[in-house]
Every structure is written in structure tokens, then in C-alpha cells.
């Protein structure tokens, strides 16, 4: 484990809070996959898995937004090619998705110790919803959230509150997992401990930049981190 501010010895948590894309599921490749045939098909570039992984995290909108040229991110054509996203998406979000390895372990082992879980994540909720039926069907969290008209999306700190509160627990007894700054930022500015993963979709770099206080290579090491 990489630590960068000591873990204190008197802090127990009591619910651990996970974004989904590039933490708990590896999306990547129909995400990108599903991006890149609108793209082909209306004419405009269409970009690699690694420049696609540097655009997900703040949900579908901005997503569709940073992968078309400037002269359509905004108006009518650019609703258009959200909405045919949204829809190509519908028909290939389950095609490579998987968790990513470990993660079984990961969630046996918070069962185990009987702590709190949620999925938070800027995904559209009907499709956070579906992730987590389908391909996370073997284990019951607490509260799953994607985003939703009316609560802002991550960084802001407002959806992490939210569901503290349905968990029941103060934000300040949440280990926050993610692999993104955008997951850091809502971490940190909830209250809340932000450790960053790093078999996800961004650099080390920027989860220290962002401010997570400790780094995992491996969900492994989230066990080790919690039973310390």
C-alpha cells in the first residue's frame, strides 16, 4: 500500500462507499466501444481506449461533450448524439463489462466485517442500477446512486452526503474508494477518507494531485487497510 497521510489508529470506518467505472467495474471497452460507433457513423473522429479513459468519470453528458468536436457540444445535434449514445450504450453496456479481479474477495471481506456499502457513481442511475444487478448480483449493497436530475454530479459533494445519510453513518466513519480525481475531490470535500485505486482508468499522479490520502494496487490491500 502506498500511504501518503498515516491512516490514524483510532479511526474505524463503518461503510465503505465505491465509484463503479474503473473501481469496482472494468466498463472501459463498451463504453468506448459504444461511443465510437455514433461517433464512425454521424462522420466526427473517433478516439483509442486510453484517450477514452482519460474522458469518463464525469458521466455520459460530458463524456459525449469532450469526445465531439467544440462546433457541436452544445444545441440540438449535440442532444441528438446524447440521446444515440444513450441508446447504443443501452444495447452494449454488458457485452465486456466485468468486475475487475479481486473485487469478489473485496466485497466477501466487507461482508464479513459487517460494514455498510454503496456504489456512488456519475453514471446515469437506470445504468448504475443495471451494473449493479447484473454484474454485481451476488452481493446486496446499502444504497446504490448514479446520477440523477437534481443532485449534482461528482465532485460535488452533494450525492456522497446523500447517501451517508441513507447509510446512516457519518461521512466522517466513510472509506470513499475511486480511481479519479473526480472521486478524490467528492472523497475530501464530503468528509470523507479518500483512497485511490490504481488498476483504474487514471494515473497515480492525479489521485495524489487530488488529494487521496492512501493508494492501493490491489482490492487486496483494502482488506489489509481495513482490518489494520
Partial sequence: MHNIMSQPETRRFSAVVFDLDGTL?????????????????????????????????YGIRELVRAALPESVSTGPLFDSLLLEMQSRYAENWNVHSRPFEGIDTLLDAIDRLGLKKAILSNKPHHFTRLCADELLSSWSFDVV???????????????????ADQLGVEPGSVLY???????????????????????GYRPEEELLATGASSLVSSPDEIIRFLTA
Fill in 25 to 57: 467495474l472494468d466498463t472501459l471497452a463498451d463504453i468506448s466501444f459504444s461511443l465510437n460507433s455514433v461517433l464512425e457513423q454521424h462522420g466526427y473522429p473517433t478516439h483509442t481506449p486510453d484517450t477514452c479513459r482519460q474522458m469518463v468519470g
Fill in 145 to 163: 446512486m448514479g446520477f440523477r436530475e437534481g443532485v449534482a454530479h461528482k465532485p460535488d459533494p452533494e450525492g456522497a452526503l446523500i447517501v
Fill in 177 to 199: 474508494v475511486g480511481d479519479s480525481g473526480v472521486d478524490m475531490q467528492t472523497a475530501t470535500t464530503a468528509g470523507m477518507y479518500p483512497l485511490g485505486v490504481l488498476w
